[in-house]
């Protein structure tokens, strides 16, 4: 019993793997027909017009004189990246532009998309020369990246903004905040949580001087008891504590 259903078991495999042999005998066959197929098609007289010119990159499959192929790459724009620019420009942030080492035509069609400026073809040190003039032109740049080409810029920026979870240890050590996600609408978020907090110090250290300053005025005329003088300071620091919770409100300030 037990030798008939091991010699069952082994015929059964055995007819398997004849199966799978033909398979992939006939996979061959048929990728063996594409590769001829290809092989055989005449160069053209004229080489294709580039993939560039319509915002592409170009990637050319050589054959000795002239590609036999030529496919046009080009990056997709994230879903969310327009909504971010508009929360930016809506949080106070006035020139938008994109520096990128990719070529002209595919960083011009991202930018009329996204409505940006742009410059491109740029070197890590080519971005850091555009960073600092956009610095000199408007006081403070936030610069945001993720590679190692990124890093000397975000360096020389008011503001390096690291995306964390694509970005390497070179950008995140160098930059300034480092987004632990990779979503770009934290991006808007925290400028505008930024701005809100900086907003409220100013509030604060603003009441905190005109209350001190007011005592120290009517202190030399004998107008201001020590228990006014209690509750001013207990009462000031109570205030600007509450002011300062009004972050954790989201939307507020």
Not at 20 to 28: A, F, Q
Not at 59 to 64: M, V
Not at 140 to 147: F, I
Not at 217 to 240: H, K, N, Q
Request: proline letters at 5%; charged letters at 25%.
């Amino acid at each position: 019993m037990l030798v008939e259903a091991l010699r069952d078991q082994v015929i059964y495999l055995k007819e398997q793997l004849d199966i799978r042999t033909e398979e992939l005998s006939e996979h061959r066959r048929l990728l063996a027909g594409l590769i001829e197929g290809v092989t055989e098609l005449e160069a053209p007289d004229e080489p294709p017009a580039a993939p560039s010119q319509s915002g592409e990159e170009a990637a050319q499959e050589p054959e000795k004189a002239a590609p036999n192929l030529v496919f046009g790459m080009a990056d997709a724009v994230r879903p969310e990246a327009r909504a971010t620019l508009e929360a930016l420009r809506a949080a106070g942030v006035g020139e938008l532009v994109m520096l990128t080492g990719d070529s002209e035509a595919p960083a011009r069609r991202i930018a009329r998309e996204l409505g940006v400026g742009y410059r491109a073809r740029l070197l890590p040190e080519q971005k850091v020369e555009a960073v600092r003039e956009l610095v000199l032109e408007h006081d403070a740049v936030g610069m945001v990246g993720d590679g190692v080409n990124d890093a000397p810029a975000l360096a020389a920026s008011s503001v390096g903004f690291a995306m964390g979870a694509a970005g390497i240890d070179v950008a995140l050590e160098t930059a300034d905040v480092a987004l632990m996600q990779d979503d770009l609408p934290k991006l808007a978020e925290a400028v505008i949580l930024s701005r809100a907090a900086e907003r409220i110090i100013r509030q604060n250290v603003a009441v905190s001087i005109a209350i001190k300053g007011l005592f120290v005025l009517l202190a030399p005329f004998g107008l201001v008891a020590l228990w006014l003088a209690v509750l001013a300071d207990m009462g000031t620091s109570i205030a600007v504590t509450l002011n300062g919770l009004r972050l954790f409100r989201k939307g507020s300030a």
